[in-house]
């Protein structure tokens, strides 16, 4: 599986972003996701999950009502809707796929986690 992030950009603080992860590969979507962060200086945290059937989707406690994440396993994608964003949500969002378990309810949140990672993509908010 290969996984390609998008939708990145620059915006003002407020503004909304709609990130995109597209699966390639041998994808059967019954694998959970994730989309991590990694600021400057910092280490890479999770932001967001979404469990492999999408009704299980646990967020970090700093982007809660503000962040959503969605899933179409039709089309193999995830998606992470970003809204109100703020200053401190500056950093490279990358989507990784847990595929060392399927089918379960439980959402890894630390990165060693998750075996499948795309490349990231810069989201940058300015005050």
């Known amino acids: 599986v290969q996984l390609q992030a998008s939708g990145g950009g620059l915006v003002q603080a407020g503004a909304s972003l709609r990130l995109s992860c597209a699966a390639s590969g041998r994808t059967r979507s019954r694998y959970n996701m994730g989309w991590f962060r990694q600021a400057p200086g910092k280490e890479r945290e999770f932001v967001a999950g979404v469990s492999w059937n999408g009704l299980i989707a646990p967020y970090t406690d700093s982007v809660k009502g503000r962040f959503t994440i969605s899933r179409d396993n039709a089309n193999n994608a995830v998606y992470l809707h970003m809204n109100s964003l703020k200053p401190e949500d500056t950093a490279v969002y990358y989507c990784?796929?847990?595929?060392?378990?399927?089918?379960?309810?439980?959402?890894?949140?630390?990165?060693?986690?998750?075996?499948?990672w795309g490349q990231g993509t810069q989201v940058t908010v300015s005050s």
């Open positions: 990784a796929a847990d595929l060392g378990k399927i089918i379960t309810s439980v959402i890894m949140t630390r990165p060693k986690d998750y075996d499948t």
